[in-house]
């Protein structure tokens, strides 16, 4: 199992504010249709699973953005951790449980 945080971007956009959140918004959708455990924050979007599934959500969420831009901007960071599950939420709990008891 592993978590997997990337942000995938097209390198331009049409929008007048130069927003890029429509292309991003179809990434999250099809990362939130694959099921996998995941949390959007405002830079990345994390992934739980085994690597070849986060991979294939990856990919499609890259191939998403490919639709507004020909050119993409994709950053990966993972944390391989065979043997955990739920890492998504309990390395956060750890670090609160040691921040409460400061």
């Known amino acids: 199992m592993a978590l997997f945080a990337f942000s995938v971007a097209p390198a331009s956009t049409d929008d007048p504010d130069g927003s890029f959140s429509e292309a991003v918004a179809e990434a999250i959708r099809v990362v ?3 099921g996998l455990p995941n949390e959007t924050t405002a830079m990345f979007t994390t992934l739980e699973g085994d690597w070849d599934e ?11 953005v490919q639709k507004y831009s020909s050119r993409v901007s994709l950053v990966i960071k993972a944390d391989i951790r065979p043997g955990f599950t739920d890492q998504l939420s309990a390395k956060v709990e750890r670090v609160e449980e040691r921040l409460s008891d400061g």
Do not use: L
Request: some cysteine; aromatic content about 0%.
């Open 32 to 34: 939130r249709e694959s």
């Open 54 to 64: 986060c991979m294939g959500v990856i990919k499609a969420a890259t191939e998403a």
